[in-house]
């Protein structure tokens, strides 16, 4: 599945080097300026190639929903999704199908980061910005194993595809991390496949530096959501407590030993040491609490594929 928008100059290479093991290509044409859709229809002649235009651009995200929803209507089992701007080696799809498909994952990404010899390719505006996004997509999703969240070389089986709420994911260039998040609800695992991105003359949409604000408020509003559906609402452990427990001394610690450091400034009289350890042993065990929230939270990172397990249902 292939979303396409300004790409004409690219995509009949990347259509020419899919292998015979794809049932079927989908190329989304996403309002594209260029026509791309149109170009791919008067010069592929693979029947294999079916071609999908959106009336109005929906973004990367958008299309790829387009495409997810096609396939699954056509009884696919395992949906690839590419760029087609060339940088995503058609060539290395059976390597993000087989564990996928053997029962060992239910969702494969790219990871241009895994080998350090490569990294050096990639230009450093896009390396620096993946890297303080990974981070914030680590925290959000609870996918401590993965790494590389913007990368759009993924893919998933249709039964765990039939569960997620398609219509509620991020349509634009969020929906990647907003997909991990999404299974980190139901508890499927995830895996880094690795991958060398081919970066020519083409430039890429997406801007990190552009969109670490917007991309940092929904990461922290997906924190919070996920700490309360996996912690409170589906489960309630020794982590859930320590989670609570810790926040609720930090907060202690700094209301009241803020209040009493105001209060002593202003009268110019030293605090005494009861009332120092009062506010800081709460801070201490506070932090100390979190820590092991966060230690629980990272070791319990999915590790059983769950769609051997899940009954066919229509995607929402």
């Known amino acids: 599945m292939i979303p396409c928008y300004r790409v004409s100059g690219q995509v009949l290479d990347v259509l020419k080097r899919i292998g015979p093991e794809v049932d079927r290509i989908y190329c989304i044409d996403d309002a594209c300026p260029e026509s791309s859709g149109r170009l791919i229809r008067a010069i592929t002649g693979d029947p294999r190639i079916e071609v999908v235009v959106n009336t109005v651009n929906l973004g990367v995200g958008g299309a790829t929903m387009v495409g997810y929803r096609r396939a699954l209507e056509d009884g696919a089992d395992v949906i690839v999704k590419i760029d087609g701007d060339g940088q995503m080696d058609p060539v290395l799809l059976p390597q993000f199908v087989a564990p996928v498909l053997s029962g060992h994952a239910d969702y494969a990404k790219g990871n241009r980061f895994w080998d350090l010899g490569n990294i050096g390719r990639m230009p450093l505006v896009r390396r620096l910005g993946n890297l303080a996004l990974s981070f914030l997509a680590k925290a959000s999703t609870g996918y401590w194993n ?171």
């Open 146 to 316: 993965v790494f590389d969240p913007t990368n759009g070389y993924t893919a998933i089986h249709a039964r765990m595809l039939e569960w997620l709420p398609l219509d509620r994911v991020s349509a634009r260039y969020f929906f990647e991390s907003d997909l991990l998040f999404r299974l980190g609800t139901l508890r499927a695992v995830v895996v880094d496949v690795p991958m060398d991105a081919r970066y020519g003359g083409q430039s890429s949409g997406l801007r990190p530096w552009a969109v670490v604000g917007e991309f940092t408020w929904k990461h922290l509003r997906n924190f919070v959501k996920r700490l309360g559906y996996n912690y409170f609402l589906r489960d309630l452990s020794v982590a859930s407590l320590q989670l609570l427990a810790g926040l609720i001394l930090l907060v202690f610690a700094v209301g009241f030993g803020g209040w009493q450091w105001w209060m002593h400034a202003q009268s110019g009289v030293a605090a005494p040491l009861g009332t120092v350890m009062l506010a800081a042993l709460p801070a201490v065990m506070g932090f100390q609490l979190l820590l092991s929230f966060v230690g629980y939270d990272m070791a319990g990172v999915p590790v059983r594929a769950v769609w051997p397990m899940l009954p066919h249902r229509r995607c929402r």
